[in-house]
C-alpha cells in the first residue's frame, strides 16, 4: 500500500502525434476561413467591375432591385457634371451642394418611379433642373425685398431695394477665366443660360434638352442661340 505522504501523482502527455493533427486541424480551419474571405472579396469585386461596365439604365433597374452599391456607381458618374450644372446655372457653390445632395436624394426616394422608356440622364436633370429652377425663383424674389415706408401725405407705399447678399462672382474659385465666365452667365437670362449650360458645357443632344426643359425643340435651338450671342458680347473682351 502506497503512503499518501511523498506520493507522486501520474502525469499524463499528449502523444505526439495527437498535438500534430490537432494543430494541422486549427491550421486548416485558419485556410479555410481565408480562402473563404478571398472568394468573398474577389466576388465582391467581380460584381462590382460587372456593374461598372453596365449603362445607366441597367443600373437603376439593378438599383431598384435592391442593388445599393448600383446607386453609388450612379452618384460617382453623375456628382461633378450635375455639380457643373448647377454651378454655372445658380452660381453659389455652397447652395448647389445642398442641391445636388437633395437631386440624389430624390432619385434614391423616387427610384420606383423610374421607367427605361427615358434616358436616366435626362431624368436625372429633370430633377436637378426642376430644383435649380424652384430655387432661382426663390433667390429673385429674395433679391428684391419690399419694405414698407411713409410718404410725406403719411400714405403707405412699397419700395423696391436690391438685395446685395447673393454675389455669385464671390464663389468662383478656379481661374480668372472661369471667373468672368461665370458672371457672364448670371448676367443673361436664366432660360438662355439653362440651355446653353445643358448643351455647351453637359454636351446634351438637343432632343434630350428638349424633354428636360419641356419646351419645343425649336424653342430650345433659338434660345441657345440667343443665349451663346448674349454670351460673346458679354466675354468678347476676356
Not at 461633378?80 to 453659389?92: A, I, K, P, T, V
Not at 419641356?214 to 458680347?233: C, D, E, F, H, Y
Amino acid at each position: 500500500t502506497l503512503k499518501a505522504t511523498g506520493a507522486k501523482r501520474p502525469t499524463f502527455s499528449t502523444p505526439s502525434g495527437i498535438r500534430t493533427a490537432t494543430y494541422m486541424a486549427k491550421d486548416k480551419a485558419e485556410v479555410v476561413t481565408q480562402k473563404t474571405a478571398s472568394t468573398e472579396r474577389n466576388a465582391h469585386n467581380s460584381q462590382h467591375e460587372a456593374l461598372q461596365e453596365m449603362s445607366d439604365e441597367d443600373l437603376m433597374s439593378q438599383f431598384q432591385a435592391g442593388t445599393v452599391e448600383a446607386f453609388n456607381i450612379l452618384v460617382e458618374r453623375y456628382s461633378d457634371r450635375l455639380m457643373q450644372y448647377l454651378y454655372r446655372f445658380l452660381g453659389d457653390m455652397k447652395r448647389c451642394e445642398d442641391l445636388l445632395q437633395e437631386t440624389f436624394l430624390r432619385v434614391h426616394r423616387n427610384r420606383h418611379s423610374y421607367r427605361r422608356i427615358a434616358k436616366f440622364s435626362t431624368w436625372l436633370y429633370t430633377i436637378a433642373g426642376n430644383l435649380a429652377r424652384s430655387e432661382y425663383r426663390k433667390r429673385k424674389r429674395r433679391r428684391m425685398q419690399s419694405i414698407q415706408s411713409v410718404n410725406r401725405d403719411n400714405e403707405e407705399y412699397e419700395m423696391e431695394i436690391p438685395d446685395e447678399s447673393f454675389s455669385p462672382d464671390k464663389h468662383a474659385e478656379s481661374t480668372i477665366q472661369d471667373h468672368y465666365i461665370q458672371e457672364a452667365m448670371n448676367e443673361i437670362p436664366p432660360a438662355f443660360r439653362e440651355v446653353v449650360v445643358l448643351r455647351d458645357i453637359q454636351q446634351l443632344a438637343y432632343d434630350e434638352i428638349a424633354e428636360i426643359t419641356g419646351l419645343p425643340m425649336g424653342t430650345v435651338k433659338s434660345r441657345i442661340n440667343r443665349g451663346r450671342t448674349k454670351l460673346q458680347a458679354l466675354l468678347e473682351d476676356v
